[in-house]
């Protein structure tokens, strides 16, 4: 008895102890752990690995702070969303790059976190309750998109200030005042500024206000009570109309080029909203369907109302944003552009629950539904190749295929877990008592697995990039000390690997690319020539500049510079006289693969000297290969060589030239290796002076 009157007497000293923590106080712990949480996750990371993206971003925040304008390797950008660079510039003033990603990803994870803020504030304009609104706030950032805070990129900015034009617009429909539609467009336009997408939101907001009218029957009046905000969003189409949409859109102009395919835009966009379904724990999807239907069709409150339209509007428009990138080329789900609508679920789940759980019967026939969509759209087909680069659920989704070494075992566990949900879901519907807290903790559960599994997805990407890219010293070109540097680039390289470097670098200030080469993304490059004594034109000029060139889809040898540092994939040179090309092939890998075709070249030392001698390697195919002949055009002859499985054929070209020579391989299609189409392997060809060559 005294055990038991003990434990009686402790079990109300903790209550007690926790009812006297404040709900703000619980606020600021749940964003406290999350930003704690969030930090460790992004410091794990190795590195960035979502290019070109990343490498923008920082490349803009560096300029900022080095020369207070926004450019890319020092040509202007004309790029629009240029709130996260001005936030992140000051954290690159920091000595070496590695700092300064650690200091950007502390950065990201403190604002995203920020995000449990507006959500809470929010609940409580609905009146859902302190324990709701925390509930609510303890989802947001347990998402899996919280990956974003750890990522060089506008999402950890966007999240919470998205959320927060919501917040304010919903206070500013419901309880009309000047401060909230300041507020709103204030963080509407901030928004705006760190990712251009969210300039739906003043779109929203006007389609909301008038539905608004009409559903009260009121609609001059509403307008008039809205006219603050559409005046300041009328003065903000004033630049539009003057400067046009191309000016204003810079990097994002091709937007406008989008072609509207209704079949293509609704199958991307139907599944990206399954998505949302997944990424919202699942379990609270039936009764936050619910809750958004009885927020317009029965609404307790103006609050509710507005809401219930807002977020339908909000809803549709960024869906519809995801889709039609999806259906013009992107082919692959566009996670970034929608989960901002997973906060919106978790407040319209609490609206229903709010109400006791009705409507039981339709409740269940909805999680029932959930469980035929899962079972007929799986997971799997929108992971396969690089169809998950944009989402971290389904980097979650591949996490967990690695973990059981079979994507269709994976898709079954998927599958079988949602089916799960969704019959608690139905269950909990008639046990309305407990069902909420039950619910909410199994959503935070499903959160926080799915959001384990993306991060140690993202981990063991990074550091498998890290390892294969740049290992060792990533700043392999900053440390060596040469000065201001250009990158390579032939027309076999890779661009995110050329963008990794130029990421980790801030020496690279210049890309020169080689005849042929495609440019790594939308800024500044230099075209280049190769002259007839090896050099490398730019502008008519010889580049005198230390290089960091390509030996990913190219085998290089230079006169006039020497190499200071190397990897796998690049070599560093520093100019001794003026860089010439003494051996160029484009299209032998660095694993010695050849692409399907590919040209060796080669220069005398001397300008308008001759070429005197042999060009020799070896051709090859691992066992278990098909034979197949290759052909070899040169100046003064044609060969063709048959490449035996398992064994090495020699070959022996004749070089007799004055200036320049080439010869031009072309070999059947083998097999691929990654993105690579290869044909045999070789050695490295090498030029030997040979008198008796050219008789």
Request: with cysteine; glycine share 10%; net charge positive.
């Amino acid at each position: 008895m005294a055990v038991a009157a003990r434990s009686d007497r402790l079990a109300r000293t903790r209550g007690l102890a926790l009812a006297r923590v404040s709900p703000l106080q619980w606020l600021g712990a749940i964003v406290a752990v999350s930003f704690v949480v969030r930090t460790i996750a992004g410091w794990l990371r190795a590195g960035p690995v979502y290019f070109p993206d990343e490498y923008i971003y920082s490349e803009l925040g560096r300029s900022i702070a080095d020369h207070g304008r926004p450019l890319v390797r020092g040509a202007a950008a004309h790029f629009p969303a240029v709130l996260q660079p001005l936030l992140t510039a000051p954290a690159w003033l920091a000595g070496d790059v590695e700092t300064s990603f650690r200091l950007v990803q502390l950065e990201g994870a403190l604002v995203m976190s920020l995000a449990a803020v507006p959500v809470y504030l929010l609940a409580r304009r609905l009146e859902l309750g302190a324990w709701l609104g925390l509930a609510a706030a303890a989802l947001t950032v347990a998402v899996p998109d919280m990956l974003y805070a750890g990522w060089v990129l506008a999402d950890p900015f966007t999240y919470p200030l998205a959320l927060a034009a919501l917040a304010a617009a919903v206070t500013a429909l419901a309880y009309p005042s000047r401060r909230a539609q300041i507020a709103f467009v204030a963080f509407a336009g901030l928004a705006t500024l760190a990712r251009v997408q969210f300039v739906v939101l003043p779109a929203c907001f006007l389609l909301a206000a008038l539905a608004l009218g009409v559903r009260e029957q009121r609609l001059r009046q509403v307008i008039a009570e809205q006219r603050l905000a559409f005046g300041l969003f009328a003065l903000a189409l004033v630049p539009l109309v003057l400067a046009g949409p191309n000016a204003l859109l810079g990097y994002y102009h091709g937007v406008l080029d989008l072609h509207l395919s209704p079949l293509g835009i609704g199958k991307w966009a139907a599944a990206d909203a399954m998505l949302v379904l997944y990424s919202c724990g699942w379990i609270l999807a039936p009764g936050a369907v619910i809750g958004l239907v009885m927020a317009i069709w029965r609404p307790r409150t103006r609050a509710e109302l507005a809401f219930g339209i807002l977020a339908s509007l909000f809803s549709l428009a960024v869906l519809f944003q995801a889709g039609l990138y999806a259906a013009n080329g992107a082919d692959r789900i566009q996670e970034r552009y929608f989960f901002y609508v997973l906060p919106l679920v978790f407040l319209a789940f609490g609206l229903f629950a709010s109400r006791g759980w009705p409507h039981r019967v339709p409740h269940a026939l909805l999680a029932g539904a959930f469980i035929l969509v899962s079972a007929r759209v799986p997971l799997a087909g929108f992971a396969a190749s690089d169809g998950r680069s944009n989402s971290p659920l389904l980097f979650s989704a591949g996490e967990l295929e690695n973990l059981m070494g079979d994507t269709g075992l994976a898709s079954l566990a998927i599958a079988g877990l949602v089916a799960l949900l969704s019959l608690a879901a139905a269950a909990l519907g008639f046990r309305p008592r407990r069902a909420t807290g039950i619910a909410i903790g199994l959503a935070l559960a499903a959160c926080a697995l799915s959001s384990a599994g993306a991060v140690a997805y993202d981990h063991a990407l990074s550091h498998r990039v890290r390892a294969n890219v740049v290992p060792g010293n990533p700043s392999m070109v900053d440390a060596a000390g040469l000065g201001d540097a250009a990158l390579l680039q032939s027309p076999y390289g890779d661009r995110g690997f050329a963008t990794d470097e130029l990421f980790w670098n801030r020496s690279l200030t210049s890309l020169v690319l080689l005849p042929g080469a495609p440019p790594t993304d939308a800024f500044a490059v230099r075209q280049a020539q190769i002259s007839g004594d090896g050099s490398i034109l730019v502008g008519g000029k010889p580049l005198e500049q230390p290089l960091l060139a390509d030996s990913y889809g190219a085998t290089t040898r230079f006169r006039g510079a020497r190499e200071v540092g190397r990897t796998r994939l690049f070599r560093l040179l520093e100019p001794n006289g003026r860089p010439r090309l003494a051996l160029y092939v484009p299209g032998r890998y660095f694993d010695g693969w050849l692409a399907l075709e590919a040209t060796m070249r080669l220069w005398p030392a001397e300008v308008g000297g001759r070429l005197v001698g042999r060009l020799g390697f070896s051709l090859s195919l691992p066992e278990g290969a098909d034979p197949v002949q290759v052909h070899l055009r040169y100046a003064g002859g044609e060969r063709t060589v048959s490449v035996n499985p398992g064994a090495s054929a020699a070959v022996s070209l004749p070089v007799c030239a004055s200036g320049p020579w080439s010869a031009h391989f072309s070999g059947p299609f083998t097999g691929s290796i990654g993105p690579r189409f290869v044909s045999v392997r070789s050695t490295e060809p090498v030029f030997r002076a040979d008198p008796s060559a050219c008789r």
